[in-house]
């Protein structure tokens, strides 16, 4: 019989203004396993691994590392028996190397002075052993997401972690580095350490892990033999009905022009050309979906069209209109949605209630006044529709949005820029670190705004995704269109890749059919 190398026991979790976020929750991990651990959002999985890793304090419940029960602090005390967490938002500093972010507050010392080569020679022998390998003296801002994540994992490691906590470790990674990591993880696991698994996506928890245990509204539904269950019985067993993991459609009829961006160049921050002599045309009635590793113009693309950043050359028109020196609120007065790809930092305003985040950009409706003066009533009515309409699981829509998960929170952004009535939707990774359910709700929706002749642009890393939702679709490499793709159901993803890391590019000619010019 295996050994186990972590129990939870009946873990219950309430915290003071009576949310019980953890009702009765038990995880046993065995020594060596990549073990999942998955639920809808908001169903306990982040309270219950915070208690593991010392953040938080179990109302009730035992923890037992290695057989020997322990009462779980601190972090410190975490670290100190050998549990490490890899959070899914980087705790790395930009601006130090690889080497100083690795032994950060645990500095070899050679006297009274940090021990740099010593440091340095570690990192580098540590990263060789288990494929984890980044030049210890590069500067960690300019590193990709994949590397940034190998310095999460040794800097765990170098901790003395044996017990690893990842947290939708693969939300922000290419095909490519997912498969890397999987090498990685797997690597590891053959070397004794034991991996807890945090996701969403089913796909992945098939390939690499060899149990799952799931989690409902704060209870555990059961542990379950990978091999042995299908993705739609998880699903099942994660939502509590049967999801539809692909959304059906019906055949897009684009129709006149909503945004036209020609030859369009952003400079970014760092004075490079981000985006190069870029064009395309967005449709009523169509999902054009901007696929491409991460890094190769998209974010400054999006930047340049919300008005959240400035382009240096070309144009871009939406509804007609040039939007040269245009504000945020006077591009989305022409009827322009943004669904930003970082919900926390640019989706919501963190101490306002959810209500209040959902009329953010509503606040001159006449719906919410009478005789001049705001009224609470109508306010609360409209957060009450909101909530039951968009599947917004809360205790109360008066409730401040941060203490929602983060597919509720995308939710909320999402009715909030939905409900406004807008006739161009851009939604930038729309279904990042969301369950399954959500993701099926969020996809339905954007469909259906397509549907009522809206334009819809989708950029997602999810290659899945991005073809499934597209009608149409634009590649990005290097800041410039790899391809169009004027018929998305005759692509796969092998073909897609093979644009994205630039083995083949189109014409131009091909290139130009994404203006639709006459």
Known sequence: MAE??????????????????????????????????????????????????????????????????????????????????????????????????????????????????????????????????????????????GQKQKVEILKALFRGAKILILDEPTAVLTPQETQELFDELLHLKDNGYTIIFISHKLQEIKQIC????????????????????????????????????????????????????????????????????????????EILGIAGVEGNGQNELVSALTGMGSYSGGTIEVNGQDIKGFSVEKIRKLKLAHIPADRMTMGMAPR??????????????????????????????????????????????????????????????????LSGSPEIIVADQPTRGVDVGATEFIRQRLVQMRDEGKGVIVISSDLNEVLGLSDSLIVMYEGKIAAYIKDVSKMTEEQLGVYMLGIHLQSEEEIKEARHEQ
């Open 4 to 145: 186990e190398a972590l129990r939870m026991s009946h873990i219950v979790k309430v915290y003071p203004n009576g949310v019980m976020a953890n009702k009765d929750v038990t995880l046993s991990v065995e020594r060596g396993e990549i073990h999942a651990l998955s639920g809808e959002n908001g169903a306990g999985k982040s309270t219950l691994m915070k208690i593991l890793f010392g953040e938080e304090q179990p109302t009730s419940g035992e923890i037992y590392v290695n057989g020997k029960q322990v009462h779980m602090t601190s972090p410190q005390m975490a670290i100190k028996l050998g549990i490490g967490m890899v959070h899914q938002h980087f705790m790395l500093v930009p601006s130090l190397t690889v080497a100083e972010n690795i032994i950060l507050g645990m500095e070899p010392k050679k006297g009274i002075m940090t021990d740099l080569n010593f440091a340095r020679k570690q990192v580098e022998e540590m990263g060789k052993k288990y494929n984890l390998f980044v030049e210890p003296d590069k500067r960690v801002e300019d590193l990709t997401v």
């Open 210 to 285: 060899s149990r799952i245990t799931i989690i409902r509204r704060g209870e555990t539904m059961g542990v379950h033999d990978v091999s042995q269950v299908s993705e739609q019985d998880i699903s099942r067993l994660m939502v509590g009905r049967d999801v539809v993991l692909n959304v059906e459609k019906k055949e897009a009829h684009p129709g006149a022009p909503l945004v036209k961006i020609r030859d369009l160049v952003v400079i970014n921050e760092n004075g490079k050309r981000a985006v190069g002599h870029v064009s395309f045309t967005l449709r009523k009635g």
């Open 352 to 417: 306002l209630s959810i209500t209040e985040n959902m009329i953010a950009d509503k606040l001159g409706w006449k719906r919410f006044f009478k005789h001049g003066i705001r009224n609470p009533k109508a306010v609360k009515e409209y957060g009450d529709e909101m909530v039951k309409e968009y599947l917004i699981f809360c205790k109360s829509q008066e409730v401040s949005i941060n203490s929602l998960s983060g597919g509720n929170i995308q939710k909320a952004v999402l009715a909030r820029e």
